[in-house]
């Protein structure tokens, strides 16, 4: 059965301080694995993504790896600011013909406190 | 720039009431997402639609559910005989073509059921 584990379940962490997130999978065939950010109460907005072949991949303070032989991801966030309080969902999709079949992790909860 | 809406953004239904989500993907857009988030739980696939047809679906997305692409803008999700437990969060996603990866979420419309 297709997972996915996120790690920590939470973190909380002082302004200007980076972190870093973590994300174990067991999804075949693999497809991409995207990172996204959850505000409260909103959809999801994606971070970044990434496919076999890659293994890292930034989007301003974010930068995403991938180890596609242990099947982990990280996310690095550097400088933190107030308002990357929110969830970080890693989403791992298999293929299947055309289509991509996602599984969500149940995501990190970051606070960034002043 | 262009972005994925859904309507409305609470619905309120009785039990073993219908109800349909609404969605307006993004124009150019060829694959559509539904997928559900109940309160403090991970987000989780129900259906994608392609070509006006669904292509793959999760076992929640059983005989209750339908979607539909009435027209050239809109995508909808029916659930014929709510129950409680299908009180959660509903999003529409949606994509480019099958060699682009992101999707595109909507704001989600929150369904509680009573």
């Known amino acids: 059965k297709n997972q996915v584990e996120q790690s920590p379940q939470s973190l909380i962490i002082l302004e200007g301080k980076n972190c870093t997130l973590q994300c174990n999978y067991t999804v075949s065939p693999f497809s991409n694995l995207r990172w996204y950010k959850q505000d409260t109460g909103r959809g999801p907005v994606s971070l970044t993504i990434m496919t076999f072949s890659e293994n890292t991949k930034s989007n301003g303070r974010y930068t995403a790896t991938l180890d596609a032989d242990t099947k982990q991801s990280s996310l690095h966030i550097t400088a933190s600011q107030l308002s990357d309080s929110a969830s970080y969902i890693c989403v791992v999709s298999s293929a299947s013909g055309g289509s991509y079949i996602p599984t969500f992790g149940r995501g990190t909860s970051l606070i960034v406190h002043p | 720039e262009p972005e994925v809406t859904q309507t409305p953004s609470h619905q309120v239904t009785q039990m073993g009431q219908e109800v349909i989500l609404r969605c307006v993907p993004i124009?150019?857009?060829?694959?559509f997402y539904w997928y559900r988030q109940i309160l403090g739980q991970k987000v989780e696939f129900l259906v994608s639609?392609?070509?006006?047809?669904?292509?793959?679906k999760s076992e929640i997305f059983d005989d209750q559910f339908s979607v539909e692409r009435p027209d050239g803008s809109n995508f909808t999700l029916k659930i014929r005989s709510t129950k409680l437990e299908d009180s959660a969060m509903y999003f529409c996603?949606?994509?480019?073509?099958?060699?682009?990866?992101?999707?595109?979420f909507g704001p989600g419309t929150r369904l509680t059921v009573t």
């Open positions: 639609f392609y070509n006006n047809e669904i292509s793959e």
């Open positions: 996603a949606s994509r480019v073509d099958r060699g682009d990866y992101e999707q595109y």
């Open positions: 124009s150019n857009h060829l694959y």
